[in-house]
Structure formats: C-alpha cells, structure tokens
C-alpha cells in the first residue's frame, strides 16, 4: 500500500511529516497511514503538473499517442482488478462485487476515453462556414491547461478515472486530490499510470485534507480548471475559490433523487429497483433514488414487500461472502445517518425497519432503513442522508407526483416506472433532474453524460460532454483574398479627404 505523494512521477513524503489514519470501517481499526499534504506539497504539485504542461510532453502528443497511454492505464488497472477491488473494501467498506464493478468500470473509463481521444486528431482543424468568404475559419479544440480534481470516497477509484481519464485524453495535466478517507486506490492509479508510460508530472496525486490540501489546490493560480465532486456546501466554497481568479469550473454535487412508482407496475420489479437504488453502496451515492413515490393504489402493498426484503439484506464486512451491504464509510457519516433517521422518527414519519445494526460489535452498519409516510416538507424527505435510508410517500395523481418529485433543490437524477411507455415520457421530461431512468434505478453507463440540474451541480460528466470539460475551443480565422480589406483605410481616406 503506498503512503506517500506523487508528485513529478516521485514518491514524496509530505514536507510537514503528517499522516493520515486509515481506518477499516468494518473493523475501526487503523490499518495504514497516508500523508497529509499541505499548501507547500500542493504548491509542489501544481508547479511540477504546470512544467509538464508547458514542456508540451503531454500536451503536444497526438491524440492518438495519448490514447495508447489510456489505453495501457486500463490493461493494468484491469490486471490488478482483484487487488484494487480488495482495498477498495478494506478503504471504503463496499461488499466485494460491487468493488469489483467499480475497478471494471474505472479501466472501461480509460479504454472509453483512449477512443475520444483518438476522435480528436480526426476532428482537429474543422472549417466551418462564415458569413464574409473572404476568411476561412477553422475550430480546433485543445487542452484547458492544469486541472485540480477534488473527489470523494463513495466510490474512490472511479471517481478518479471519471476526471483523469477524460483530463488526459484532453491533454491536460492535473493534481488529484482523493478523499483523505479512502485515498489507496487514487494512489496505486499514479504507479499504473507511470508504469503505462504517462510523463512524469502529468498526473500528481497528493493526498490530505479538504482545508489543509483541498483549498489552497482550488485557490492555487497556475490551476487553469477545478473539478469537484462532493457535498453542496464545499462545492460552494470551491466555486467561491475559482471566482476569484474565474477558474474554470465543473461540479458534480449532491442529490434527493425520487422514484415514482405508478399503480400499473408490477411490484416484484418495482421493489427490486428500489431497492438497488437506494442500498447498493450502502446508499453512499449521490443519484441514490431516496425518495420513492408510490401511488395510492399499491403503496401499502408495496410498502410491505419492500420491507419483507429488506430485512432479507445481509449486512458485514465488504469481504465477507453474500454480504450486500458492508458498513459506512467512516464515524462521521455514521454518526450524521444515524442522527437523520432519529430525525426522522422526532418528525413523525413511519419507522417501518432499520437503524443502527447493532448486531456486530464494531464497525460503521446500519440496517437497511425504511421511512413511510414521510412528510414531504420534513427534514428526511428535503436532505441528503446518504446511508441506506429510503423515504416513502403516497400520491394520487401523475400531476401531484410531478410536483412531489421536483420540489427539491437537488437536480442530478429521477426514476419512473410505469407499464404505460406515453406516460413515463411525459413524467420524463417533466422531471428536472440531469439523469432520468425509466423502469429501472441507477444504471450509468460511460458513453452517457452524467451532472445534475439546480444544486446537484454545474455541467456533465462522462461522454463527449466529460471530454469536452477539459478542452477550450478556438478559433482560427484567415483572410485569404488577396485584393486589400478596404475598410479601415476607406474610412481614413474619407475623414482626411
Ligand atoms: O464531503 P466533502 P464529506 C455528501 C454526502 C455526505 C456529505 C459530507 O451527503 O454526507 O457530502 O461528506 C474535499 N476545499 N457527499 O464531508 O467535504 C475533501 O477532502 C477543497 C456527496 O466527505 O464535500 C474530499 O476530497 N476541498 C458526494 C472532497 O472535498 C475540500 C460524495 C469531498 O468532501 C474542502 C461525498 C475545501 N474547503 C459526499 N473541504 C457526491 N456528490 O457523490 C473538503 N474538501
């Protein structure tokens, strides 16, 4: 396991000495340390991603150069699957197969970007059409410069490949910065990346926490993009950080997504839905579908088989064979649950199962949790719990559903399912929320862009549209007659005769 910075493709110490405690959810225990960078290592780190990018090694290649690189990043993370997959739970806690998918997924990312990145030399240089044919103008896209990526723990490696591979298929160079909570897959991705043979200095890592590291990376002024993903409220303050010098800036935050269940679904496929949409992960993610609306018409029934499920769920540690849902990720985000579901209960809403999992003696569970009846002004229904806490309510009507579903000031997904195809395409596009699924809950795929509408976030990941974070846009525009323009010296003439 590494400790150290990755900083101009060497492994550094931080300059202070300080370390990070990492602790086994499942367990409490500490089983590593980090270091703990500070403003002089990320200044370090920026200056070294900054060389790297004016020195054009990376920059200057050819998309298809590039993409080799992506290429080689995705065989080797694909080679360590199991190994990456393994302290992913040990770091994050997530049950085993589902770390599995996350690794899968983080190298189809690079193999995904490697293609775009190859796109990219076909598309350089595009003539588009002007209104005065005397000048021909081109477009070319090129890199925005040095990124400072900022990530979270929910889901540590793919988080990563979600904002390094499209950066470096761009051709940027960056500083990440992973969670201080589950960091150890962020920083294996420096040695698969050098070992693929990206430059040094194209990819820093350094590791630390949000004010001692976090910050004085979002207010660095050679970092040209800040990419966050995490809560509302230091989004917030990152984009407060990027005003400042007009940073470029994408944000992916948040969310309270809804599920509306209509009476028409069948409640075997509904229930299974909602339940991958809100306990996979231990619901530590961000489009979880946490408020499920379900019509008058079959709640109750629904309600029960929900919770007949539910409490079939088997919860441990991550490692543990036919676990599906391992701890929280750390004392801090146990403690907030915990504390949502007594408020929850003060608020008066329907404890139907769950809460703290007392069973095992240590580590971070709590039970598959169901609120019913749930006021739609209350705390639990408004706020972003993440934990496996699921709020339900009923409706009547497809207006009232609507209405339900989009009072929130989160935007980033929403789930509907119904047998009846017009209907889900008009609640569809009614829905305001980045990410609309019908008859099903959460599946994301790379070729699709993935950002919220309100205070989920700014702009889209994944796809063309992740790509596209990363590249500025220019255009270059030539006069190719030879007879002179005539207007400036005409109007001249004209004054001084
Ligand atoms: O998030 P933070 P936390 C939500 C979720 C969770 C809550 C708090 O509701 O309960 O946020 O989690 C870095 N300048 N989400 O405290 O603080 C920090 O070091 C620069 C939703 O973990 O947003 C980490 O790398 N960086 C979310 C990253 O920000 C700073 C996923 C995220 O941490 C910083 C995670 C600062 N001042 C939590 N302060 C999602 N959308 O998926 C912190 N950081």
């Not at 800036?249 to 948040?254: F, H, R, V, Y």
């Not at 075997?268 to 379900?294: K, P």
Request: charged fraction near 25%.
């Amino acid at each position: 396991m590494k400790s150290e910075l990755f900083i101009n493709g060497a492994w550094v110490a931080a300059q202070s000495g300080g370390m990070i405690d990492v602790i086994d959810p499942a367990s409490e225990q500490v089983v590593h340390q980090i270091a703990s960078a500070e403003a002089a290592d990320i200044d370090a780190a920026v200056k070294a991603a900054k060389s790297a990018f004016d020195a054009g090694t990376w920059s200057g290649m050819t998309g298809a150069e590039r993409a080799k690189v992506l290429r080689n990043i995705a065989t080797n993370i694909e080679a360590r699957t199991e190994e990456l997959a393994r302290l992913e739970v040990l770091d994050n806690g997530k049950p085993l197969p589902e770390a599995r998918w996350d690794i899968e997924d983080a190298a189809a990312c690079f193999n995904f970007y490697a293609g775009l990145a190859e796109e990219l030399d076909a598309e350089d240089a595009q003539n588009i059409t002007v209104s005065d044919d005397r000048f021909t103008t081109r477009v070319v896209k090129e890199p925005v410069g040095v990124v400072g990526a900022i990530i979270p723990w929910n889901f540590p490696l793919l988080m990563a490949a979600w904002k390094v591979a499209p950066a470096l298929a761009a051709g940027c160079t960056m500083v990440l910065k992973p969670s201080e909570v589950t960091a150890l897959t962020a920083l294996e991705l420096g040695d698969i990346a050098q070992k693929a043979g990206l430059p040094d200095g194209v990819l820093n890592i350094v590791t630390g926490f949000g004010p001692s590291a976090g910050q004085p990376l979002t207010e660095h002024p050679d970092i040209d993009k800040l990419a966050f993903t995490g809560s509302v409220t230091t989004g917030s303050r990152i984009m407060q950080s990027a005003a400042k010098d007009i940073k470029n800036l994408s944000l992916e935050l948040g969310g309270k997504s809804p599920f509306v269940v209509f009476g028409d679904s069948d409640i075997e496929q509904a229930v299974e839905w909602i339940m991958f949409g809100i306990f996979w992960n231990q619901g530590e993610v961000c489009s979880a579908t946490s408020r499920v609306l379900v019509e008058d018409t079959i709640y109750e029934k629904l309600v029960a088989r929900l919770e007949l499920e539910a409490r079939k769920i088997t919860i441990g540690d991550g490692m543990d064979e036919g676990v599906l849902l391992g701890p929280l990720v750390n004392k801090s985000q146990y403690d907030k649950v915990l504390g949502l579901i007594a408020t929850g209960v003060e608020e008066g809403a329907r404890l139907v199962c769950g809460g703290a999992h007392t069973d095992i003696c240590k580590g971070y569970f709590v039970a598959p949790t169901i609120f019913a009846d749930v006021d739609e002004n209350s705390v639990i229904w408004q706020e972003e719990i993440f934990g496996p806490v699921v709020c339900l309510k009923s409706f009547s009507s497809e207006s009232e559903a609507v209405r339900l579903a989009n009072d929130s000031e989160f935007g980033l997904a929403a789930a509907v399912m119904s047998k009846d195809d017009a209907r889900c395409e008009r609640v569809a596009r009614a829905l305001r929320a980045g990410i609309v699924w019908i008859n099903c809950s959460q599946p994301t795929f790379v070729e699709a862009p993935w950002g919220g509408y309100k205070k989920s976030g700014i702009g889209r990941e994944l796809g063309q549209w992740g790509l596209n974070n990363y590249l500025e846009t220019k255009q270059i525009t030539r006069f190719d007659d030879n007879s002179p323009w005539g207007w400036y010296l005409k109007q001249a003439d004209n004054q001084t005769g």
